[in-house]
């Protein structure tokens, strides 16, 4: 069975603060692919960076950047010099490749980011 | 149009109304989605629809009823709902192809149960 853990329920920073969210998973299956959405206080649940298990390599966009190590079953979202905006319930996901057929998400339980002005 | 509208944003019923969620996207996505959403908890699937047809239904309760009469809409029809089915409700899409593991969320609808 997959799952994915969020081990931070809640972190609060001071802007331009550096703040990393942890997310560790569990899989069987060789292929799979793992995300992180941002869901701000309206609801929407925005996609911010999906990876598959071939690609390792670190990725940034902006203040964004993301760690993955299959070694450790990590992947770890990092935000530099945060922003009171980012303040948002961030959700680490895992998806099994399913060929042609459109399959689950497993989320983790989220981790509440607060970042005060 | 490169997102998932849902409406209403809000929804009051009481128990014994009939209301119906609507979800639409004009991106040429084959996949939707209804997910639930309690309070401080992270997303549950309840229904996945692929290319028009029902695939996955998360033994959703039947006052639960979802309906694809197209690519681009899918419903949510509700019935004799309970107060615990108070939550959010989200509805998501994917496209085809190689990014079909993606799904794109809307908004959401915002249901209370009284």
């Known amino acids: 069975a997959q799952k994915v853990t969020q081990a931070q329920t809640e972190i609060s920073v001071v802007e331009k603060e550096d703040v990393t969210l942890d997310c560790v998973y569990e899989?069987?299956?060789?292929?799979?692919?793992l995300f992180w959405y941002k869901q701000p206080p309206s609801g929407e649940l925005v996609f911010l960076i999906r990876?598959?298990?071939?690609?390792?390599q670190n990725e940034i966009s902006g203040r964004y950047s993301w760690n993955f190590q299959k070694s450790t079953s990590s992947f770890n979202f990092t935000i530099t010099a945060s922003q009171v905006v980012d303040s948002a319930v961030y959700f680490c996901?895992?998806?099994?490749?399913?060929?042609?057929?459109?399959?689950?998400?497993?989320f983790g339980q989220g981790t509440i980011l607060t970042v005060h002005p | 149009d490169t997102e998932v509208t849902q409406t209403p944003k809000h929804l009051v019923m009481g128990m014994t109304n009939k209301k119906s969620l609507k979800c639409e996207q004009h991106?040429?996505?084959?996949?939707m989605y209804w997910y639930k959403q309690k309070a401080k908890k992270p997303p549950e699937l309840m229904f996945v629809y692929s290319y028009e047809k029902l695939s996955i239904n998360e033994s959703v309760p039947s006052r639960f009823s979802p309906e694809c009469p197209n690519s681009s809409l899918l419903n949510l029809h509700l019935h004799a709902l309970q107060p615990e089915d108070s939550a959010l409700y989200l509805c998501a899409s994917s496209p085809p192809g190689r990014d079909q593991e993606t799904q794109y969320f809307g908004p959401g609808t915002r249901l209370l149960v009284l």
């Open positions: 996901a895992l998806s099994e490749a399913r060929g042609t057929s459109y399959g689950k998400l497993t």
């Open positions: 990876r598959n298990s071939f690609d390792e």
């Open positions: 991106m040429g996505h084959r996949a």
């Open positions: 899989t069987r299956d060789t292929t799979y692919y």
